[in-house]
Protein backbone atom coordinates (compact mmCIF):
# COMPACT_ATOMS: atom_id res chain seq x y z
CA UNK A 1 0.00 0.00 0.00
CA UNK A 2 1.21 3.54 -0.28
CA UNK A 3 0.65 6.31 1.79
CA UNK A 4 -2.16 7.34 3.14
CA UNK A 5 -4.84 8.56 0.33
CA UNK A 6 -2.88 7.61 -2.52
CA UNK A 7 -4.00 4.74 -4.61
CA UNK A 8 -2.63 1.08 -4.30
CA UNK A 9 -0.38 0.34 -7.86
CA UNK A 10 0.45 -3.21 -9.59
CA UNK A 11 1.77 -4.92 -12.19
CA UNK A 12 -0.43 -4.99 -15.31
CA UNK A 13 -0.49 -7.43 -18.06
CA UNK A 14 2.38 -5.61 -20.17
CA UNK A 15 4.48 -4.97 -17.06
CA UNK A 16 3.12 -1.89 -16.29
CA UNK A 17 2.92 -0.65 -12.76
CA UNK A 18 -0.77 1.04 -12.75
CA UNK A 19 -3.08 2.67 -10.27
CA UNK A 20 -5.63 -0.02 -9.97
CA UNK A 21 -8.30 1.93 -7.89
CA UNK A 22 -8.63 4.35 -10.98
CA UNK A 23 -9.45 1.41 -13.21
CA UNK A 24 -13.09 0.94 -12.16
CA UNK A 25 -13.99 -1.22 -15.12
CA UNK A 26 -14.87 -4.79 -14.96
CA UNK A 27 -13.86 -7.58 -17.41
CA UNK A 28 -16.09 -8.35 -20.58
CA UNK A 29 -18.79 -11.14 -20.81
CA UNK A 30 -18.04 -14.25 -21.80
CA UNK A 31 -18.44 -14.88 -25.99
CA UNK A 32 -19.07 -18.38 -28.01
CA UNK A 33 -15.75 -18.72 -28.55
CA UNK A 34 -13.51 -21.11 -25.99
CA UNK A 35 -9.57 -21.27 -25.90
CA UNK A 36 -9.13 -24.98 -24.88
CA UNK A 37 -12.08 -24.37 -23.14
CA UNK A 38 -11.84 -21.57 -21.03
CA UNK A 39 -14.11 -18.83 -22.48
CA UNK A 40 -13.15 -15.88 -24.35
CA UNK A 41 -14.04 -12.43 -23.13
CA UNK A 42 -15.92 -9.63 -25.79
CA UNK A 43 -14.03 -6.79 -24.26
CA UNK A 44 -10.98 -6.67 -26.07
CA UNK A 45 -9.77 -3.07 -25.28
CA UNK A 46 -9.61 -3.19 -21.78
CA UNK A 47 -6.11 -1.84 -20.26
CA UNK A 48 -5.50 -4.65 -18.48
CA UNK A 49 -5.98 -7.16 -21.07
CA UNK A 50 -1.67 -8.19 -21.87
CA UNK A 51 -0.17 -7.31 -25.43
CA UNK A 52 2.48 -9.71 -25.58
CA UNK A 53 5.20 -8.79 -28.18
CA UNK A 54 5.68 -12.56 -29.29
CA UNK A 55 3.81 -15.79 -29.19
CA UNK A 56 4.54 -18.22 -26.14
CA UNK A 57 6.37 -20.99 -26.71
CA UNK A 58 4.36 -24.61 -25.56
CA UNK A 59 6.44 -27.13 -24.12
CA UNK A 60 4.98 -30.68 -23.94
CA UNK A 61 3.60 -31.67 -19.93
CA UNK A 62 1.21 -34.50 -19.69
CA UNK A 63 -0.14 -37.32 -21.75
CA UNK A 64 0.80 -35.21 -24.95
CA UNK A 65 -0.69 -32.12 -23.97
CA UNK A 66 1.18 -28.82 -23.59
CA UNK A 67 1.41 -26.13 -20.53
CA UNK A 68 -1.24 -23.86 -22.58
CA UNK A 69 -3.49 -26.87 -22.95
CA UNK A 70 -3.56 -27.84 -19.48
CA UNK A 71 -3.30 -24.46 -17.82
CA UNK A 72 -6.47 -23.06 -19.68
CA UNK A 73 -8.34 -25.87 -18.61
CA UNK A 74 -7.26 -25.49 -15.01
CA UNK A 75 -8.18 -21.73 -15.35
CA UNK A 76 -11.41 -22.53 -16.50
CA UNK A 77 -12.60 -24.25 -13.79
CA UNK A 78 -14.34 -22.48 -10.99
CA UNK A 79 -13.85 -25.12 -8.25
CA UNK A 80 -10.07 -24.78 -8.03
CA UNK A 81 -7.55 -22.54 -8.41
CA UNK A 82 -4.04 -22.34 -10.65
CA UNK A 83 -1.30 -23.06 -8.90
CA UNK A 84 2.45 -23.06 -11.50
CA UNK A 85 5.48 -24.29 -10.20
CA UNK A 86 8.63 -23.74 -11.26
CA UNK A 87 12.25 -22.34 -11.10
CA UNK A 88 12.57 -18.63 -11.66
CA UNK A 89 12.62 -17.52 -15.31
CA UNK A 90 11.01 -20.82 -16.45
CA UNK A 91 8.15 -18.75 -17.94
CA UNK A 92 5.06 -19.46 -15.55
CA UNK A 93 4.06 -15.43 -15.45
CA UNK A 94 4.18 -15.61 -19.30
CA UNK A 95 2.32 -18.58 -19.66
CA UNK A 96 -0.57 -16.60 -17.60
CA UNK A 97 -0.05 -13.38 -19.73
CA UNK A 98 -0.30 -15.24 -23.02
CA UNK A 99 -3.60 -17.13 -21.89
CA UNK A 100 -5.12 -14.05 -20.77
CA UNK A 101 -3.92 -11.92 -24.28
CA UNK A 102 -5.63 -15.25 -26.25
CA UNK A 103 -8.78 -14.57 -23.95
CA UNK A 104 -9.11 -10.50 -23.50
CA UNK A 105 -8.75 -11.22 -19.78
CA UNK A 106 -7.59 -8.37 -17.50
CA UNK A 107 -4.80 -9.46 -15.80
CA UNK A 108 -3.14 -7.72 -12.45
CA UNK A 109 0.11 -9.16 -10.95
CA UNK A 110 0.95 -8.70 -7.12
CA UNK A 111 4.76 -9.74 -6.18
CA UNK A 112 4.39 -11.66 -2.65
CA UNK A 113 6.84 -11.49 -0.07
CA UNK A 114 7.19 -10.67 3.74
CA UNK A 115 6.41 -7.26 3.59
CA UNK A 116 3.16 -7.83 1.81
CA UNK A 117 0.20 -6.84 4.06
CA UNK A 118 -3.76 -7.81 4.00
CA UNK A 119 -4.41 -3.59 3.39
CA UNK A 120 -2.21 -4.13 0.11
CA UNK A 121 -4.49 -6.61 -1.15
CA UNK A 122 -8.17 -6.23 0.47
CA UNK A 123 -7.97 -2.21 1.36
CA UNK A 124 -7.82 -0.08 4.06
CA UNK A 125 -9.69 3.12 5.31
CA UNK A 126 -7.59 6.45 4.29
CA UNK A 127 -8.39 10.28 4.95
CA UNK A 128 -10.59 11.72 2.19
CA UNK A 129 -10.01 14.42 -0.21
CA UNK A 130 -10.12 17.37 2.05
CA UNK A 131 -9.88 15.80 5.54
CA UNK A 132 -9.58 17.87 7.95
CA UNK A 133 -6.30 17.24 9.58
CA UNK A 134 -7.12 17.27 13.15
CA UNK A 135 -10.10 14.75 12.74
CA UNK A 136 -7.08 11.99 10.55
CA UNK A 137 -4.62 12.29 13.65
CA UNK A 138 -7.64 11.57 16.31
CA UNK A 139 -9.19 9.05 14.55
CA UNK A 140 -5.01 7.20 13.93
CA UNK A 141 -4.08 7.61 17.57
CA UNK A 142 -7.61 5.98 18.74
CA UNK A 143 -7.21 2.92 16.19
CA UNK A 144 -2.98 2.94 17.56
CA UNK A 145 -4.15 3.14 21.37
CA UNK A 146 -7.18 1.22 21.23
CA UNK A 147 -5.97 -1.43 18.65
CA UNK A 148 -8.97 -0.54 16.12
CA UNK A 149 -9.08 -0.61 12.56
CA UNK A 150 -9.38 2.81 11.54
CA UNK A 151 -12.73 2.96 10.54
CA UNK A 152 -13.97 1.90 13.44
CA UNK A 153 -11.72 4.42 14.86
CA UNK A 154 -13.60 6.77 12.88
CA UNK A 155 -16.61 5.86 13.56
CA UNK A 156 -16.31 6.22 17.26
CA UNK A 157 -15.46 10.02 17.45
CA UNK A 158 -17.84 10.33 14.61
CA UNK A 159 -15.13 11.32 11.92
CA UNK A 160 -16.81 8.77 9.51
CA UNK A 161 -16.80 11.51 6.64
CA UNK A 162 -12.86 12.17 6.86
CA UNK A 163 -12.12 8.83 5.50
CA UNK A 164 -13.03 6.71 2.67
CA UNK A 165 -12.48 2.82 2.28
CA UNK A 166 -9.49 2.57 -0.62
CA UNK A 167 -9.66 -0.93 -1.97
CA UNK A 168 -7.09 -2.70 -2.92
CA UNK A 169 -5.41 -4.88 -5.99
CA UNK A 170 -7.39 -8.28 -4.53
CA UNK A 171 -10.64 -6.66 -4.19
CA UNK A 172 -10.59 -4.75 -7.42
CA UNK A 173 -9.58 -7.88 -9.60
CA UNK A 174 -12.59 -9.61 -7.32
CA UNK A 175 -15.23 -7.33 -8.04
CA UNK A 176 -14.69 -6.58 -11.56
CA UNK A 177 -13.64 -10.64 -12.88
CA UNK A 178 -9.83 -9.52 -13.66
CA UNK A 179 -7.05 -12.41 -13.49
CA UNK A 180 -5.43 -11.83 -10.25
CA UNK A 181 -1.82 -13.14 -10.52
CA UNK A 182 -0.34 -13.89 -6.88
CA UNK A 183 3.39 -14.19 -7.53
CA UNK A 184 5.93 -16.24 -5.26
CA UNK A 185 2.93 -17.08 -3.08
CA UNK A 186 5.28 -19.56 -0.82
CA UNK A 187 7.43 -16.04 0.22
CA UNK A 188 4.36 -14.17 1.59
CA UNK A 189 3.09 -13.84 5.26
CA UNK A 190 0.21 -15.09 6.98
CA UNK A 191 -1.16 -11.97 6.84
CA UNK A 192 -1.03 -11.92 2.95
CA UNK A 193 -2.25 -15.51 2.41
CA UNK A 194 -5.03 -14.72 5.02
CA UNK A 195 -7.67 -13.40 2.81
CA UNK A 196 -7.28 -16.07 0.22
CA UNK A 197 -7.88 -19.07 2.01
CA UNK A 198 -11.76 -18.33 2.01
CA UNK A 199 -11.48 -17.29 -1.57
CA UNK A 200 -9.97 -20.13 -2.97
CA UNK A 201 -12.77 -22.41 -1.55
CA UNK A 202 -15.28 -23.88 -3.26
CA UNK A 203 -17.92 -21.09 -3.90
CA UNK A 204 -15.68 -18.91 -2.01
CA UNK A 205 -15.86 -15.36 -0.68
CA UNK A 206 -13.58 -12.10 0.06
CA UNK A 207 -14.19 -11.30 3.25
CA UNK A 208 -12.95 -7.36 3.53
CA UNK A 209 -13.02 -6.70 7.46
CA UNK A 210 -12.83 -2.80 7.30
CA UNK A 211 -15.89 -2.48 5.59
CA UNK A 212 -17.34 -5.58 7.00
CA UNK A 213 -18.41 -6.68 3.72
CA UNK A 214 -18.60 -10.36 1.75
CA UNK A 215 -17.62 -9.90 -1.52
CA UNK A 216 -18.83 -12.60 -4.02
CA UNK A 217 -16.03 -13.18 -6.92
CA UNK A 218 -17.21 -11.61 -10.54
CA UNK A 219 -17.98 -14.67 -12.67
CA UNK A 220 -14.64 -14.32 -14.61
CA UNK A 221 -12.69 -13.59 -11.88
CA UNK A 222 -9.51 -16.24 -11.99
CA UNK A 223 -7.21 -16.78 -9.04
CA UNK A 224 -3.63 -17.43 -10.05
CA UNK A 225 -0.10 -18.06 -7.70
CA UNK A 226 3.09 -19.39 -8.97
CA UNK A 227 5.56 -20.85 -6.83
CA UNK A 228 9.84 -21.20 -6.63
CA UNK A 229 10.99 -24.22 -5.65
CA UNK A 230 10.78 -24.15 -1.33
CA UNK A 231 15.10 -24.02 -1.64
CA UNK A 232 14.87 -20.58 -2.51
CA UNK A 233 15.14 -17.78 0.03
CA UNK A 234 12.28 -16.30 2.15
CA UNK A 235 9.90 -19.12 0.55
CA UNK A 236 8.12 -21.71 2.67
CA UNK A 237 5.96 -24.95 1.80
CA UNK A 238 2.38 -23.85 1.47
CA UNK A 239 -0.20 -25.31 4.18
CA UNK A 240 -1.64 -28.65 2.81
CA UNK A 241 -5.08 -27.80 2.94
CA UNK A 242 -4.45 -24.47 1.70
CA UNK A 243 -2.71 -26.04 -1.50
CA UNK A 244 -5.22 -28.37 -2.01
CA UNK A 245 -7.40 -26.11 -3.19
CA UNK A 246 -5.24 -25.45 -6.61
CA UNK A 247 -4.93 -27.41 -9.52
CA UNK A 248 -0.70 -27.66 -9.88
CA UNK A 249 1.58 -27.45 -13.19
CA UNK A 250 4.90 -27.53 -12.65
CA UNK A 251 6.83 -26.00 -15.85
CA UNK A 252 10.62 -27.12 -16.38
CA UNK A 253 12.81 -25.35 -18.56
CA UNK A 254 12.48 -25.22 -22.33
CA UNK A 255 15.02 -27.90 -24.39
CA UNK A 256 17.52 -26.89 -26.76
CA UNK A 257 15.24 -26.32 -29.95
CA UNK A 258 12.13 -24.31 -28.22
CA UNK A 259 14.83 -22.20 -26.49
CA UNK A 260 16.34 -21.75 -29.49
CA UNK A 261 12.92 -20.88 -31.20
CA UNK A 262 12.35 -18.10 -28.06
CA UNK A 263 15.84 -16.91 -28.95
CA UNK A 264 14.96 -15.93 -32.34
CA UNK A 265 11.58 -14.28 -30.89
CA UNK A 266 13.22 -12.28 -28.86
CA UNK A 267 16.24 -10.85 -29.88
CA UNK A 268 17.73 -9.84 -32.81
CA UNK A 269 19.25 -13.74 -33.73
CA UNK A 270 18.02 -14.48 -36.97
CA UNK A 271 16.81 -18.10 -38.16
CA UNK A 272 18.28 -18.94 -41.43
CA UNK A 273 21.93 -16.87 -40.76
CA UNK A 274 24.58 -19.44 -40.51
CA UNK A 275 26.27 -17.12 -37.57
CA UNK A 276 23.33 -16.92 -35.57
CA UNK A 277 22.09 -19.86 -35.66
CA UNK A 278 25.68 -21.08 -34.38
CA UNK A 279 25.56 -18.82 -31.59
CA UNK A 280 21.69 -19.98 -30.52
CA UNK A 281 22.93 -23.56 -30.99
CA UNK A 282 25.91 -23.16 -28.62
CA UNK A 283 24.04 -20.59 -25.96
CA UNK A 284 21.08 -22.92 -25.51
CA UNK A 285 23.74 -26.09 -25.35
CA UNK A 286 25.70 -24.02 -22.70
CA UNK A 287 21.86 -23.22 -20.88
CA UNK A 288 20.79 -26.97 -20.98
CA UNK A 289 24.60 -28.32 -19.25
CA UNK A 290 24.63 -25.60 -16.78
CA UNK A 291 21.08 -26.32 -15.65
CA UNK A 292 22.09 -30.37 -15.78
CA UNK A 293 24.32 -29.09 -13.06
CA UNK A 294 22.32 -26.97 -11.22
CA UNK A 295 19.86 -30.04 -10.85
CA UNK A 296 22.83 -32.26 -9.50
CA UNK A 297 23.27 -29.57 -6.89
CA UNK A 298 26.64 -29.22 -8.33
CA UNK A 299 25.49 -25.49 -8.97
CA UNK A 300 23.50 -23.48 -6.72
CA UNK A 301 22.86 -20.61 -9.57
CA UNK A 302 19.88 -21.81 -12.05
CA UNK A 303 19.89 -20.47 -15.33
CA UNK A 304 16.78 -18.76 -16.63
CA UNK A 305 15.61 -18.13 -19.96
CA UNK A 306 15.75 -14.73 -19.11
CA UNK A 307 19.51 -14.37 -19.03
CA UNK A 308 19.80 -16.85 -22.28
CA UNK A 309 17.67 -13.97 -23.89
CA UNK A 310 20.19 -11.17 -22.19
CA UNK A 311 23.50 -12.83 -23.81
CA UNK A 312 21.04 -13.45 -27.30
CA UNK A 313 20.58 -9.58 -27.49
CA UNK A 314 24.30 -8.69 -26.07
CA UNK A 315 25.38 -10.76 -29.36
CA UNK A 316 22.75 -9.23 -31.80
CA UNK A 317 22.02 -5.75 -30.71
CA UNK A 318 25.73 -4.87 -28.64
CA UNK A 319 28.19 -6.95 -31.11
CA UNK A 320 29.50 -8.26 -28.07
CA UNK A 321 31.44 -11.56 -28.82
CA UNK A 322 29.54 -14.75 -27.88
CA UNK A 323 32.05 -15.77 -25.11
CA UNK A 324 31.74 -12.18 -23.58
CA UNK A 325 28.36 -11.64 -24.00
CA UNK A 326 27.96 -15.23 -21.80
CA UNK A 327 30.87 -13.88 -19.15
CA UNK A 328 28.55 -10.95 -18.99
CA UNK A 329 25.26 -12.29 -17.57
CA UNK A 330 25.65 -15.82 -16.90
CA UNK A 331 29.18 -15.32 -14.80
CA UNK A 332 28.38 -12.15 -13.67
CA UNK A 333 25.19 -13.30 -11.78
CA UNK A 334 26.52 -16.29 -10.40
CA UNK A 335 26.83 -16.81 -6.68
CA UNK A 336 30.09 -16.58 -5.76
CA UNK A 337 30.97 -20.03 -5.17
CA UNK A 338 29.76 -20.87 -9.38
CA UNK A 339 31.69 -18.20 -11.08
CA UNK A 340 34.72 -20.17 -11.71
CA UNK A 341 32.73 -23.55 -12.95
CA UNK A 342 30.29 -20.99 -14.80
CA UNK A 343 33.37 -19.46 -16.65
CA UNK A 344 34.64 -22.36 -17.27
CA UNK A 345 32.11 -23.73 -19.28
CA UNK A 346 31.91 -20.59 -21.11
CA UNK A 347 35.41 -20.75 -22.09
CA UNK A 348 35.03 -24.38 -23.03
CA UNK A 349 32.46 -23.49 -25.28
CA UNK A 350 33.53 -24.19 -29.06
CA UNK A 351 31.39 -20.57 -29.77
Keep these: MTDAGEPTEAVDGRGRRVAV ?17 LSVLDDSGHPLVPDLAHEYIQREVRDDRTDVELAARFLADEDYALLLTGETGVGKDRLVRGLCARTNRPLVRVNFGSGTTYADLVGEYAPAEGAERDRVQRAREVAETQDLALGEAAELIGAERAFEFSPGVLYQAVRHGWTFVADELNAAGPAATMPLHGLTERDGQLVVQPTA ?15 NPPRYAGTSPLNDAFRSRFWELELDYLAPDPERRLLYATTGLRHGVDRDERVAERLTELAASLRASYRERDLATPTSHRAVIKVGRLVSEFDMAPAAAAKQVLETRAAAEDRNAVARAIESTRW
Design 21 to 37: ADLDRPAGTPTSEEFHG
Design 213 to 227: EVLDPHPAFRFVATM
